[in-house]
């Protein structure tokens, strides 16, 4: 064999390759940007809106206010809290949000629909409270500025987890952690700020403001201090559970359901708790007789408040009434009605009940007997309820008379919760001469401040320069929508002269300008230099207005006056 046949005859076989699918795949759509996952969706800890936010920015390594100027903007060009200023270079005109953003209407959707947008996220909405659309009235649910629990903070950054803004520490009935027991906190300790909800620098677990570290694991002690007619620590906890399950809920259930079964169950709960009485089951839960009937027709939205305290006082869980199926709850009905009737303090019954009992009880009796033994019953029957009548109206007359003593003169709606009354009109009904001394008291007190805030505009208005409108807030403690509201005729008086001494300031700026340019202008043609344009910039002082097209203009005017020279 020749050398060459025994070398064909050594060599492996040649391999055989799989052929390759040119076809293209279905690639999944891409997002803008990175698609962050909410935490805690469908539980009472879920994360809100604004949290999201906050850390969707930290994932990119940027600011809030980058984020939301330039990506969010450029998905939808109606998202509120961006305004963007051409005339600077590189501002992403991005300006703090308050906690509507977690709420419901126009403005949460339309953070929502940007955000889905660009993480292509398809569940935000339950990171505020747009499930709950249609169902209740936003009024007094969210806080002005931003709360938090520094042992919450603490033990997620140890753990080595995720630190986020939960949805619940938004809620203003919401004082306590659910977790902690501890009040949570709405300054920082650093700065001691009151920190917006959403900010140009919001960071979770730190300072918008300093950048500090908000986290701490030494805690306070919980107070009583819970929403109206609640005044122990267990009554202030019970606002937060019944908010984190309401919160659980809204994952659930969209908001038409969620409007028909509240409807339907609120109505089987009045039939049940209040034996068909409407006025039974308002004071069995403590609220107006009319806010009941509007709820009953469905004339109008229910405050969350006013639903935790037809709660707490019947022993209602709040998410017996959003469930789909109304036989359910049934079992929290009667256990609400056998709670009113054992803190029920004294019995009342219909006359026809008590005439019939009577009529049993002395069936041989004439007609005039049975009606003396019912007077005789109804005048015990008085006797027995009239001391806890006679307390409850020496309580109300005391503190009544002792509010006149206060300073500052709480209002009656206030007085009222003091006493356990949803209304005012107990107190109305009973001392109207007393109320009518509180109101004089408070109209009196009220027109003596106004008087002296207008004699205090009055002297800045005196003052020279004339305070910016910042400034005059700051030092009143009011906002400027009060002080427009209340003063009109002072505050068009002080933005009046502000203006005018701008304009002059302006003006006298501009004038320096331009003998300042004229100057550099001439002394560089006496040196031999061209005067251009940057050879003037260059030249001109720190304090100078640099207001480039007038100096393009008095640069141009002041070469053309040594013209003639030359």
């Known amino acids: 064999m020749t050398p060459l046949a025994l070398q064909h005859a050594t060599m492996p076989p040649p391999r055989v390759f799989d052929t390759w699918d040119l076809k293209q795949p279905n690639l999944p759509p891409r997002s803008r940007l990175f698609a962050l996952e909410p935490i805690g969706v469908g539980t009472s800890f879920v994360e809100s809106l604004t949290g999201y936010v906050s850390r969707l920015a930290e994932a990119h390594s940027v600011s809030v206010g980058n984020l939301v100027g330039r990506a969010l903007s450029a998905a939808t060009s109606k998202l509120s809290g961006v305004s963007l200023n051409r005339q600077v270079a590189g501002l992403h005109g991005f300006y703090a949000q308050g906690h509507a953003v977690n709420g419901f209407g126009n403005l949460p959707k339309t953070w ?12 935000l909405r339950l990171l505020t409270l747009l499930p709950f659309e249609g169902v209740f009235s936003l009024d007094g649910v969210f806080r002005r500025s931003r709360a938090w629990c520094p042992a919450c903070y603490e033990e997620w950054k140890s753990a080595g987890k995720i630190v986020y803004e939960p ?29 917006p909800a959403l900010a140009v620098f919001s960071r979770p677990g730190y300072c918008s403001a300093c950048a ?16 109206a007619g609640f005044s122990t620590a267990e009554a202030a906890f019970w606002p937060t559970k019944a908010m984190g399950d309401l919160l659980g809920v809204a994952a659930h259930s969209g908001p038409q359901c969620l409007r028909a079964s509240f409807t ?23 609220i107006s007789y009319s806010t009941v009937v509007s709820q009953m027709m469905g004339q109008r939205l ?23 199926d109304q036989v359910s709850p049934v079992a929290d009905w009667e256990r609400a009605k056998r709670t009113v009737q054992r803190h029920s303090k004294c019995l009342s019954r219909q006359a026809a009940q008590v005439r019939l009992r009577l ?62 009354h949803a209304t005012s009109e107990p107190l109305r009904d009973h001392f109207p001469n007393l109320c009518d001394q509180i109101l004089e008291r408070r109209r009196a007190i009220r027109n003596q401040r106004i008087a002296v ?27 400027s929508s009060t002080l427009w509201k209340h003063w009109p005729e002072e505050m068009t008086a002080i933005h009046s002269k502000r203006r005018h001494e701008r304009r002059k300031t302006s003006e006298r700026r501009k004038e320096r300008m331009i003998q300042e340019v004229r ?4 002394e560089l043609h006496r040196e031999g230099k061209c005067p251009t344009q940057r050879r003037v910039r260059a030249l001109l002082s720190k304090t100078t207005l640099k207001d480039w097209k007038a100096l393009e203009a008095t640069v141009r005017a002041a070469r053309g006056e040594l013209r003639p020279q030359q």
């Not at 405050?303 to 789909?324: E, G, K, M």
């Not at 307390?391 to 356990?420: C, F, T, V, Y």
């Not at 208005?461 to 030092?475: G, K, V």
């Open 112 to 123: 929502v629909d940007a955000l889905e947008k660009v993480t292509l996220q398809r569940n």
């Open 167 to 195: 949805l619940l520490w938004a809620m203003k009935l919401v004082t306590i952690c659910p977790k902690h027991r501890r009040l949570l906190e709405d300054n920082c300790p650093y700065c001691h700020r009151a920190l």
């Open 212 to 227: 500090n570290w908000l986290g701490r694991s030494d805690g306070h002690p919980s107070s009583g201090e819970g929403i």
């Open 264 to 286: 339907a169950n609120f109505r089987n709960c009045v039939e049940v708790v209040g034996d068909g009485s409407q006025r039974a089951f308002a004071k069995a839960s403590r």
């Open 302 to 324: 229910l405050q969350i408040r006013t639903l935790l305290r037809i709660c707490y006082h019947p022993d209602i869980s709040p998410t017996a009434f959003l469930v789909n």
């Open 359 to 420: 009529e049993r009880a002395v069936p041989k009796c004439e007609r005039g007997d049975v009606d003396r033994n019912l007077l005789e019953s109804c005048r015990a029957i008085g006797w027995k309820t009239a001391p806890y009548t006679r307390s409850q109206l020496a309580a109300m007359k005391a503190a009544l008379s002792n509010a006149l003593r206060e300073s500052p003169i709480p209002s009656l709606d206030e007085l009222g919760k003091r006493l356990g």
């Open 453 to 479: 805030l207008r004699k205090t505009l009055r002297a800045m208005l005196a003052e020279s320069p004339t305070p910016s409108l910042s400034t005059i807030c700051i030092r009143v403690g009011l906002s």
């Open 519 to 522: 100057g550099i202008v001439q």
